[in-house]
């Protein structure tokens, strides 16, 4: 069955730092999304991509963070100058079509700030 | 935007016993999922459940669109089915993003 898959599982950084997280979606899927989980809290939506560019963006996804295609298979998510509470899991995921409601996630790239 | 209330927000089961999980949503959805979280924090997609009802082994989803609730039926429960579900609803309309509810932890005890 495809996969989406992150890279890397687990990150520690120190405070400031820039850090990118990385994703490959399922090859034929046209529409992508970061998700991001504080440690015993529900999960919540930052970004949604389609057609190379920003669909919607929720409040916490403030200057501070960025999204890129730069190929025709990765999507990653850049945090410029990361604080101690971007500690979080981060989840990818993606979606077909807009016909196709299913998302199909990424296991998550645990994000340790220090 | 649209509001997913779980209950119950936690729940513990000896091995064996059955249960059920609640998803209630505030307006009309093009989609509703069920995840389970595991211990290693990865969501698990257990159904994909817009309407109607399905099941997989020990699980089953029914989803009431038209009164705006769905319910995950878990049946002879065991420790590995402990950790967080979560519901979560497509959005109908612009905006087309799941909306997470708070989950439900469920514990499972031998």
């Known amino acids: 069955e495809p996969e989406v898959t992150q890279t890397p599982s687990h990150q520690v950084t120190q405070m400031g730092q820039e850090v990118i997280l990385r994703c490959v979606p399922i090859s034929n899927h046209l529409y992508f999304y970061w998700y991001r989980q504080i440690l015993g809290q529900k999960v919540e939506f930052l970004v949604s991509?389609?057609?190379?560019?920003?669909?919607?963006k929720s409040e916490i996804f403030d200057d501070q963070f960025s999204v890129e295609r730069p190929d025709g298979s990765n999507f990653t998510l850049k945090i410029r100058s990361t604080k101690l509470e971007d500690s979080a899991m981060y989840f990818c995921?993606?979606?077909?079509?807009?016909?196709?409601?299913?998302?199909?996630f990424g296991a998550g790239s645990r994000l340790t700030v220090l | 935007g649209i509001q997913v209330e779980q209950s119950p927000p936690d729940l513990i089961l000896q091995e064996g016993a059955n249960s059920t999980l609640r998803c209630n949503f505030s307006d009309s959805v093009n989609n509703l999922q069920w995840f389970h979280q595991n211990p290693w924090g990865q969501l698990i997609n257990l159904f994909y459940i817009p309407s109607g009802t399905k099941q997989n082994g020990r699980l089953s989803a029914t989803t009431v669109a038209t009164e705006r609730y769905s319910l995950l039926y878990i049946s002879s429960s065991q420790t590995t089915d402990s950790g967080v579900y979560f519901c979560?609803?497509?959005?109908?309309?612009?905006?087309?993003?799941?909306?997470f509810g708070k989950g439900t932890k469920l514990t499972v005890n031998p």
């Open positions: 979560a609803v497509l959005t109908q309309g612009g905006s087309e993003k799941l909306v």
């Open positions: 991509f389609y057609n190379n560019e920003i669909s919607e």
């Open positions: 995921a993606s979606r077909k079509s807009s016909g196709a409601n299913v998302l199909t």
